[in-house]
């Protein structure tokens, strides 16, 4: 404990010289030979940012990406997060993605994503139809066998997550 507390007292913060607004995005900043393009991409919470360094085929998502993992879903709007990640499994076979949680991913971590929130969605929509409650819903989902290896860091985050977001989206 004496140790944490040295460190977030030798601590210095930078603060931004200049606010980033969504109408101000994308935004490109000269690195000094590479390029970071700031884009605006809400989905897992209303203010998502990703940074794209496009000269080295690398994109830090944040938390839009979970690497081999559920994603946590809190006040997501799950709809548009699933549209962000057809935007990245447009980019480069090259591209090396940087999650906000877990190790460096590719296109195919974010395909893994996109199978578990398709399946999510599908699974909420035979709730609804079968005038299930949205309890009901997370309570009855199975993991899939191919993802029975991945991170569920909290069924109600996760799991529970999806249904309710899912649940406020499509009824």
Do not use: C
């Not at 030979?33 to 994109?59: M, N, Y």
């Not at 949205?134 to 199975?142: D, F, G, L, S, T």
């Amino acid at each position: 404990m004496t140790w944490l507390l040295e460190a977030i007292e030798k601590a210095s913060l930078a603060f931004p010289t200049e606010p980033l607004a969504p109408a101000d995005l994308p935004k490109q900043i000269d690195l000094g030979g590479l390029t970071a393009v700031i884009e605006f991409h809400p989905g897992h919470s209303p203010t998502d940012l990703i940074i794209r360094i496009p000269e080295r085929d690398v994109v830090f998502t944040g938390d839009l990406l979970f690497s081999r993992a559920y994603p946590v879903v809190a006040d997501a709007d799950i709809l548009a997060w699933r549209r962000v990640l057809d935007r990245f499994t447009g980019y480069s076979r090259r591209t090396q993605f940087i999650p906000g949680h877990g190790p460096l991913s590719s296109i195919e971590n974010v395909r893994e994503q996109a199978t578990i929130m398709d399946g999510l969605r599908e699974h909420a929509e035979r709730m609804i139809r079968a005038g299930a409650t949205v309890e009901e819903a997370e309570r009855r989902y199975v993991v899939p066998r191919q993802f029975q290896h991945f991170e569920v860091l909290s069924w109600s985050f996760t799991v529970g997550g999806a249904m309710r977001s899912y649940f406020s989206a499509l009824k």
